[in-house]
């Protein structure tokens, strides 16, 4: 009984340090393991509490949508008008949560975008910019993957298993957040024409879209669908969640063209002609061209703000490479100042840089590929030279480059 005594004891359970795994010391008292994981616990418990109430929007903290798309203009370069649609978007969104807090006998319908522009334009990253500055969760998915139920590939019920993972399983913040569909082109119907293969990952794809975008309760595997079927659905209510939707929809310019030349008929048709931009017709972009394209009705229905993104001129790549936070360059500069090197680039290999870009057609992905190439050797061998600083010049440039497109025709 007198050895029980002087044994040392959880001050929270009264179990001793025989019985326990081990006993935490403080300045009064001792804490078991396991109290110490029921406290950790509780703790998260309460603070997941406490945050519902502070994280409830507040219409004066709100970001305006002229503030919005300053932060965007930080790293994006040029693309105003989506920048425009993208800002009010998001903004109507956060007021739209709030006044259902509020109960408004007025209720606001959410509008979901689709951004239509021809790759390397910004798409993508204006989703994953406009991601850094909201209080709502946000998720970018591939539209690529996605198939009917039941074929190899992912249900569309995937898109809210990765909003639900962002929100931390948080059922109500997920009913509250925002999902980027990527290459939302990619399931646009192959034809109209019948097949003996059927289009799994097209017209049934964008059937199965309308139940999320429109707004239903859907059942969502935790886990995904496939991999685990054991597992318990959870029930999301796609009602509140705003969908932007991007594509590049390549060809499309095609049908614009037929549309408008259908329209130009008789005296007026060579002055109308005149006033076309037959450089950027993605401008003139209007849903029947999204329908003609393959998107059926009801999914273009759902998607009421259509905006689109200019292709990239000599002036914006010129701008991208150096301008935004996050520039290709000041990525190098950054990546060899922490090796100590001070990394410089002489102006001509810039315009040399966009020439290429230009050529390969490839928009803002062409500048981030041959900038690779030239900075591979480099990249390489710099860290182990213990050099103070290298300047990129035009000659080494051109040589870096040449090398490059050398080595990938030998291996062809």
Known sequence: MADTRRKNRCS???????????????????????????AYEITQEAKKASQKGKNRLNLDELPKPAEIKAFLDQYVIGQDDAKRHLAVSVYNHYKRLLQQDQGDDVEIEKSNIIMV????????????????MLHVPFTIVDATVLTEAGYVGEDIESILTRLLQVADYNVA???????????????????DNPSITRDVSGEGVQQGLLKLLEG?????????????????????NTKNILFICGGAFDGIEKKIAQRL?????????????AAIDKKNLMQYIAPQDLKAFGLIPEIIGRLPILTYLNPLDRTALRAILTEPKNSIIRQYVKLLEMDHVKLTFEDAVFEYIVDKAIEY????????????AIMMDVMFDLPSQHADSFVVTLDYAKKQLEKANLARLQSV
């Open 216 to 236: 239903s309760v859907v059942n969502v595997p935790p886990q995904g669908g496939r991999k685990h079927p054991e597992q318990k659905m959870i029930p999301v």
């Open 12 to 38: 929270f359970c009264g179990r001793t340090e025989d019985e326990v795994g081990f006993l935490i010391t403080g300045m009064n008292g001792f804490i078991c393991d396991s109290c110490a994981v029921q």
């Open 261 to 273: 030349n259908a329209h130009v008929v008789g005296y007026n048709a060579v002055r109308n002609t």
């Open 361 to 372: 057609k490839l928009g803002a992905r062409g500048l981030r590929s041959i900038v690779e």
């Open 117 to 132: 522009g021809s790759t390397g334009t910004g798409k993508t990253l204006l989703a994953r910019t406009i991601a850094k």
């Open 173 to 191: 913040d997920a009913e509250q957040g925002i999902v980027f569909i990527d290459e939302i082109d990619k399931i646009a119907r192959k034809g």
